[in-house]
Nanobody, 117 residues
């Protein structure tokens, strides 16, 4: 069974930093894409950043220059370093993987990030 376990959310002030982690129960070698999505109240879930098996990275324009996605292949973990956080970054952040076989999608349970003064 594929499991994704997220950690690292919280309540921070504008301008602060947070690092989200997502440990997955399968080898990164079996994963096509790893990424982070977010969903703010009343809005649709949106892609924040992802990284594919070749190391190609995509960011939504709103986070470019502030967020960094990375992975630790040995630990089967993907990270999202979030700097210069803004109130509009407030959302539930979800880890996502797409497997190579069958292109199956899996989601983490979500972690709340709240940016407020």
């Amino acid at each position: 069974q594929v499991q994704l376990v997220e950690s690292g959310g919280g309540l921070v002030q504008p301008g602060s930093s947070l690092r989200l982690s997502c440990a997955v129960s399968v080898s990164i070698a079996s994963i096509n894409t790893m990424g982070w999505y977010r969903q703010a109240p009343g809005k649709e879930r949106e892609l924040v950043a992802n990284i594919n098996r070749y190391g190609v990275i995509n960011y939504v324009d709103a986070v470019k220059g502030r967020f960094t996605i990375s992975r630790d292949n040995a630990a089967n973990t993907v990270y999202l370093q979030m700097n210069s956080l803004k109130p509009e970054d407030t959302a539930v952040y979800y880890c996502n993987i797409v497997l190579l076989i069958g292109s199956s999608w899996y989601w983490g349970q979500g972690t709340q990030v709240t940016v407020s003064s």
